[in-house]
Nanobody, 116 residues
Framework: QVQLVESGGGLVQAGGSLRLSCAAS????????MGWYRQAPGKQRELVAD???????NYADSVKGRFTISRDNAKNTVYLQMDSLKPEDTAVYYC??????????WGQGTQVTVYS
């Protein structure tokens, strides 16, 4: 079992920044990839960025150059630094953990709202 707790969402003006955090607990030794996904109203959940245990990263084209994912293995935490935010970034952001067993865990989600 893995528990994921997100924090850092909020309301921000376009062009601003936010940093999301996701703290993992439980069977953390079995986590392979951690990532951030988002879901806007009426849309499917989509990958924003993910990072492997070896710190290889992958980004959606829509956030490349604006968002940065990182992980602190000592704190069992993954971060998403979001800069130059746009109204279209508005969504509920979810942390996801993919275990070596292919089991997936999700956080509860945190709302990010960007206004123009």
């Amino acid at each position: 079992q893995v528990q994921l707790v997100e924090s850092g969402g909020g309301l921000v003006q376009a062009g601003g920044s936010l940093r999301l955090s996701c703290a993992a607990s439980g069977s953390i030794f079995s986590i392979n990839v951690m990532g951030w996904y988002r879901q806007a109203p009426g849309k499917q959940r989509e990958l924003v960025a993910d990072i492997t245990k070896g710190s290889s990263t992958n980004y959606a084209d829509s956030v490349k150059g604006r968002f940065t994912i990182s992980r602190d293995n000592a704190k069992n935490t993954v971060y998403l630094q979001m800069d130059s935010l746009k109204p279209e970034d508005t969504a509920v952001y979810y942390c996801r953990a993919l275990l070596v067993t292919a089991t997936i865990y999700w956080g509860q989600g945190t709302q990010v709202t960007v206004y123009s």
